[in-house]
């Protein structure tokens, strides 16, 4: 079993490649409606259901997005969500959870999503990467798949 923090983190999302240090808010939730049945002669019985599902905002911090180029994926997404069409980028944004010795643990997978917020710290020459500070994405669902 690896240690705490013996993970790498890699996203893809529409093409563009990219590792983080710190993913945070990978969580969902169902609210629970009551359902009240009864019936002549027996007592109520009171039933939770599931309710409306909704996913909270995942934040990436302390990676990059590669490749940094004009016409690139990320930047291509970026220009479309800039312009108020969230529609063509919406996608799958694919989480991949590697151990320390590069198997696969666990895939989370944000359904319908697309970064709604996104800040860079620095640049390097030297290497088409472009350091982020924060990635914010919103999902319409989380799916969770183990390896075997």
């Given at each position: ?19 983080f ?61 800039q ?8 996608g ?5 959870f ?18 709604s ?30 390896s075997?």
């Amino acid at each position: 079993m690896p240690v705490l923090g013996g993970y790498s983190i890699g996203v893809e999302f529409n093409g563009a490649i990219g590792a983080f240090s710190r993913i945070s808010g990978i969580r969902s939730e169902s609210a629970v409606l009551e359902s009240n049945t009864s019936s002549p002669g027996t007592a109520p019985y009171v039933q939770k259901i599931p309710g409306r599902y909704s996913c909270s905002i995942v934040t990436f911090q302390a990676g990059f997005m590669l490749p940094l180029q004009a016409g690139g994926p990320w930047w291509t997404n970026v220009e479309h969500i800039q312009a108020g069409d969230v529609d063509s980028v919406r996608g799958p944004c694919v989480i991949s959870f590697l151990d320390n010795e590069g198997k696969l643990v666990l895939t989370v997978t944000l359904d319908d999503a697309w970064p709604s917020k996104w800040s860079a710290s620095d640049v390097s020459i030297q290497r088409s990467i472009l350091w982020m500070e924060t990635i914010v994405f919103q999902c319409e669902s989380i799916k969770y798949t183990w390896s075997t």
